[in-house]
């Protein structure tokens, strides 16, 4: 009996996307969950009224671009697909990961991204920007991609968005991404309340809106749209920032890396046991610092996993303090992410179109059960294990 329900459920979840859907998955990086009423983003916000919201997206820890918009791609926490931060160390390679080294190299990325897990499976996918989605992974990128590029201007990829999902159908992708960094520029230089930010979230809400349009009505498929951020930002100020020279790091047994809201150490072949403990006691024993030192408890927690790109000591800030190398003349005020327990560092996770049950309700939830739900609505299998969980986006398709 109980057998002849599950397949009955399966009958109607599979009657239910009988028709072929196509997604549009937007990244705004750096957009915070509260901007759109904070700096008025009227075409997202419909966009929002006419489907679903989440009332914030969580991060991966470290809250930062690249490890991000991975784990949105793969369903996997950065542990398990490999980019575990902008910029890393890898102690067995011996070598320094930088954004986008993937590209030239994609032995650093450790998983299938949505766009080859369709192109497996014979559903041709498209980016038009999104970290690493130039890289080789297991032989293929996407059908169609474009190597990054900062100045490639913003309505050109809603142009190329369009003009994808017109192609005749054995040509034409069913799953695209997209990419636009000026909010999280602008967040970085000014701050999360500057008026440059309103500015930058006003273009590309602008721009979203035209691309919300055009899908409805120059597109023949049915074309579901999920916009996104990697994270959010929040201000850091100039006069609290920790000078990475002042810290007592022996550099002949550590190497180093300063992602701002974290420094880490990893110990360089050859340094023992207890000469890490002695340089954690160290630093623990610094007075007056203004940073913590991570505990193995809470970055297991955080789905930090023992490996060759886990540093040995983790420094963390926490917001406004930040690490830096440059001299005290050049710091400035700004914004910065890549702390973690701060609800700044929350982004948006909205979706639209005629498979979404516009009458779901959605808490905050983290970035990695995005990908399950893009698989669902695409009919594809997953092909391996991942840490997202397909159930918690499953009341968003309709009749599921
Ligand atoms: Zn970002």
Known sequence: MKRFLLSLCLFFSLTALAEEQTVVLISIDGFRHDYIEKHDAKNIRAIAEAGVRAEGLIPVYPSKTFPNHLSIVTGQYPANHGIVDNNFYDKERQQRYRMGDGVEDSTWLTTLPIWNLAEFQGVKAATFFWPESEARINGR???????????????????????????????????????????????????????????????????????????????????????????????????????????????????????????????????????????????????????????NQVLSSLGVKPGPRKADIILAAEAPVTFTGRPPESRKDGGTHGFYGNRDMDGIFITAGPAINANAELDRFSNIHIYPFMAELLGLELMTEIDGDSEVLAPLINNN
């Open 141 to 295: 990128t996407a059908s169609y991609y474009y190597n990054y590029s900062t100045p490639t201007p913003n309505r050109q990829r809603v142009e190329q968005i369009i003009d994808w999902l017109k192609l005749p159908a054995a040509a034409r992708p069913r799953i695209v991404t997209g990419y636009f960094s000026v909010v999280d520029t602008m967040g970085h230089r000014f701050g999360p309340d500057a008026h440059q930010v309103k500015g930058a979230v006003q273009h590309v809400d602008q721009l979203i809106g035209e691309l919300w349009q055009r899908l409805n009505n120059e597109v023949d498929v049915p074309v579901n749209l999920i916009l996104v951020s990697d994270h959010g930002m929040t201000p850091i100020k100039a006069d609290q920032m920790i000078d990475e020279d002042s810290l007592p790091v022996d550099k002949s047994l550590f190497e180093t890396v300063n992602s701002q809201t974290r420094f880490m150490l990893y110990a360089k072949e050859g340094t023992t046991e207890a000469q890490i403990a002695a340089q954690r006691e160290r630093l623990l024993k610094l007075p007056n610092k203004t940073f913590s030192i991570e505990s």
